[in-house]
């Protein structure tokens, strides 16, 4: 694992070797590397802070920094974090979630 400390163009180059990004061409824009959320907001690597709106679309739709929930998803992980519904198979945390 590289170290927290890289520079910016160093984790770019590691990103553009190891990460596929669907529907990106760096040609014409450079990666933006994000480095925190809070609320609605996400900081990139260069300090510049911008509303969120590609990840609220999908799947950050309570926003970042919520304690509660990282304690919920903690919980739950420590239980089970995951099974696919596959077959004849299924898990409480499915169930109550969608009842």
């Known amino acids: 694992m590289p170290?927290?400390?890289l520079a910016n163009d160093q984790r770019a180059a590691l990103d553009a070797r190891h990460l596929i990004h669907p529907w990106a061409d760096f040609r014409e824009q450079p990666v933006l590397i994000?480095?925190?959320?809070?609320?609605?907001?996400?900081?990139?690597?260069?300090g510049h802070r911008m509303v969120d709106g590609i990840g609220r679309m999908w799947c950050?739709?309570?926003?970042?920094?919520?304690?509660?929930?990282?304690?919920?998803?903690a919980a739950?992980?420590?239980?089970l974090r995951?099974?696919?519904p596959f077959g004849f198979l299924s898990n409480t945390p499915s169930i109550e979630?969608?009842?």
Do not use: F
């Open 60 to 73: 950050v739709n309570i926003g970042y920094g919520r304690k509660e929930m990282a304690q919920a998803i």
């Open 3 to 5: 170290p927290q400390d």
């Open 34 to 46: 994000l480095e925190e959320g809070n609320g609605v907001h996400v900081r990139d690597s260069n």
């Open 97 to 99: 979630l969608a009842a």
């Open 82 to 84: 995951y099974h696919s």
């Open 76 to 79: 739950q992980a420590e239980k």
